[in-house]
């Protein structure tokens, strides 16, 4: 399944910063999911992504 996820461009800028050079997104998120639990990844996205639906 595919979401679509709509981010701030400075969020983007962040994200890319952070992501490898042949790391896909998805793959972005879950290596900082594996790294940090639930509660401490939304800690260190928030203020940086927005949820919309």
Known sequence: ???TLTI????NQKLVSVKGK???FSELFERL????S???ILDTLRG???LTR
């Open 1 to 3: 399944m595919t979401k």
């Open 8 to 11: 701030r461009f400075e969020a």
């Open 22 to 24: 042949d790391e896909s």
């Open 33 to 36: 999911e594996e790294r940090q």
């Open 38 to 40: 639930p509660s401490e």
């Open 48 to 50: 940086t992504i927005e």
